[in-house]
């Protein structure tokens, strides 16, 4: 194998790495939502998006954890992400 085939298969391996560590967390944030518990679904949504921040609906749930806390402006802010990521949300 080539150099320039070991760094695109180490490229892959990453960019899967991202996509199933900000998968994790957007799961862990959607069980808070379920508990009622929207500040700690707000931190697993947010560290989704530190990992992988093309995920529109890490966006979407943050943005709507935070309508529940009556954060009327973080939460349009978030759903304009959301919008704005529609086309590049890879099925994370």
Aim: charged share 30%; glycine share 4%.
């Amino acid at each position: 194998m080539n150099n320039m085939s070991k760094f695109l298969n180490t490229l892959i391996f990453v960019f899967s790495w991202k996509r199933k560590k900000a998968r994790n967390f957007y799961k862990n944030g959607l069980k808070k939502v379920i508990l009622k518990d929207f500040v700690g679904a707000i931190a697993e949504f947010s560290m989704s998006i530190e990992v992988y921040p093309k995920i529109e609906r890490a966006y979407f749930s943050r943005g709507m954890a935070k309508y529940s806390l009556k954060d009327y402006t973080g939460a349009i802010e978030d759903l304009t992400m959301a919008i704005e990521n529609i086309p590049h949300d890879e099925d994370v």
